[in-house]
């Protein structure tokens, strides 16, 4: 089972600030995701990120938001002007081998 | 449209008892399903999939059952303990043609009375 880190664990922010987040797996992974939960709802599907490339967004994933893998190790979530409705947990997720995902612990966003 | 959903939102049991949590999926072209459980303010954990070509699957006290007729899953769990207080999601991952993403539905929150 893949491990993963996230950081920072807490992020309170300004509207209209930008944010970045942080995962690390421990192992070596070529399928990356990023998905959202609001407090109490669902986790929803933002991006997934195959082989340094975007390979599907959904429509929550706008102009505002990107992801990286700046050093070929971290991956991470640009919101580059964060809004009051971007406040969540932001989970980062790795594939295992038969197709389950793994997610790190998340990183919670408040945007005041 | 692709979408999934549970049937109760919450769920209340004695401990020791089964615990049986459903979901509906809405997308038969689906070919594998999960359960995560999430505890308040960590990450969804896998527990259990199961692909479209099996019917059952066991795990260590929990069995996930898939019935494809009417598109529907769940998960039960066995002499269900305190340390099983969690909302539970199911997450049904689209063929690859189609994306190849988990969609996740709305979780079930399993409540266990001592």
């Known amino acids: 089972e893949p491990e993963v880190t996230q950081t920072p664990s807490h992020q309170v922010t300004q509207m209209g600030q930008e944010v970045i987040l942080r995962c690390v797996p421990i192992?070596?992974?070529?399928?990356f995701y990023w998905y959202r939960q609001i407090l109490g709802q669902k986790v929803e599907f933002l991006v997934s990120?195959?082989?340094?490339?975007?390979?599907?967004k959904s429509e929550i994933f706008d102009d505002q938001f990107s992801v990286e893998r700046p050093d070929g190790s971290n991956f991470t979530l640009k919101i580059r002007s964060t809004k009051l409705e971007d406040s969540a947990m932001y989970f980062c997720?790795?594939?295992?081998?038969?197709?389950?995902?793994?997610f790190g612990e998340g990183s919670r966003l408040t945007v005041l | 449209g692709e979408s999934v959903g549970l049937h109760l939102p919450t769920l209340s049991v004695q401990e020791g008892d089964n615990s049986i949590i459903n979901c509906a999926y809405s997308?038969?072209?689906?070919?594998?399903f999960i359960w995560y459980k999430q505890e308040s303010g960590k990450g969804p954990q896998f527990i259990i999939d199961?692909?479209?070509?099996?019917d059952k699957r066991q795990g260590q006290r929990v069995t996930v059952l898939l019935n494809k007729t009417v598109k529907h899953l769940s998960l039960q769990i066995a002499a269900t303990q305190p340390g099983d207080s969690a909302v539970y999601f199911c997450?049904?991952?689209?063929?690859?043609?189609?994306?190849?993403?988990?969609?996740f539905g709305q979780g079930t929150e399993l409540s266990v009375k001592p």
């Open positions: 997720a790795m594939s295992g081998r038969a197709g389950e995902l793994f």
């Open positions: 192992s070596n992974h070529l399928y």
């Open positions: 990120f195959y082989n340094n490339e975007i390979s599907e």
């Open positions: 997308n038969s072209a689906s070919d594998y």
């Open positions: 199961i692909r479209s070509n099996m």
């Open positions: 997450a049904e991952a689209l063929p690859y043609n189609q994306g190849g993403k988990l969609i």
